[in-house]
Antibody, heavy 117, light 108 residues
Framework: QLQLQESGSGLVKPSQTLSLTCTVSGGSISSGGYSWHWIRQPPGKGLEWIGYIYHSGRIYYNPSLKGRVTISVDRSKNQFSLKLNSVTAADTAVYYC?????????WGQGTMVTVSS | QAGLTQPPSVSKGLRQTATLTCTGNSNIVDGACWLQQHQGHPPKLLSYRNNDRPSGISERFSASRSGNTASLTITGLQPEDAADYYCSAWDNSLSAWVFGGGTKLTVL
């Protein structure tokens, strides 16, 4: 059974960089046809798509976050990562990683990231 | 019409039928998927490609589309169906995935 697990710093200071990693187990991140996503959810609010990396390496970002976000992959570790720079309180959210092939079929449990000094 | 629009809340009685809607450009909702999220848990995929269900999802959940509206119908409502429901789809014009604002379903 495929599993995804987010890890990274739970507390980030304003203006600094948020860094998270998603470790995939039970399947290969290089499997054809799948995309690997980051999605976030501010407390009490809805879901917001951040971006994804396709198995081929092609990357798409949410236009509203473009310029601040970088997604990368480490195939040797079966992981993909998120970096979001110049964070503010508005970036406080639960961050999820998810797999997608036409729809988001596997999700990590999510990790809460708080932006605060 | 930008994005996907969902009503904030729907309330129905036990064993009744609830229909949740998701409105947007017809070329976006055509490929909409539906997710269920219970408080404190990650979302779970219920339906994709408009009415395919992942293994293990009850037949009580069915999706459809008419024009620019995608719908999720839940029959025989159970207490565990009380949750937030999101629609999502790829928007080619934005080259981005978009989510509806979510509908909170209350089972009375």
């Amino acid at each position: 059974q495929l599993q995804l697990q987010e890890s990274g710093s739970g507390l980030v200071k304003p203006s600094q960089t948020l860094s998270l990693t998603c470790t995939v187990s039970g399947g290969s991140i290089s499997s054809g046809g799948y995309s690997w996503h980051w999605i976030r959810q501010p407390p009490g609010k809805g879901l917001e798509w951040i971006g994804y990396i396709y198995h081929s390496g092609r990357i798409y970002y949410n236009p509203s976050l473009k310029g601040r976000v970088t997604i990368s992959v480490d195939r040797s570790k079966n992981q993909f990562s998120l970096k979001l720079n110049s964070v503010t309180a508005a970036d406080t959210a639960v961050y999820y990683c998810a797999r997608e092939q036409d729809a988001f079929d596997f999700w990590g449990q999510g990790t809460m990231v708080t932006v605060s000094s | 019409q930008a994005g996907l629009t969902q009503p904030p809340s729907v309330s129905k009685g036990l064993r009744q039928t609830a229909t949740l809607t998701c409105t947007g450009n017809s070329n976006i909702v055509d490929g909409a998927c539906w997710l269920q999220q219970h408080q404190g848990h990650p979302p779970k995929l219920l339906s994709y490609r408009n009415n395919d269900r992942p293994s293990g999802i009850s037949e009580r959940f069915s999706a459809s589309r008419s024009g620019n509206t995608a719908s999720l119908t839940i029959t025989g409502l159970q207490p565990e169906d009380a949750a937030d429901y999101y629609c999502s789809a790829w928007d080619n014009s934005l080259s981005a995935w978009v989510f509806g604002g979510g509908t909170k379903l209350t089972v009375l």
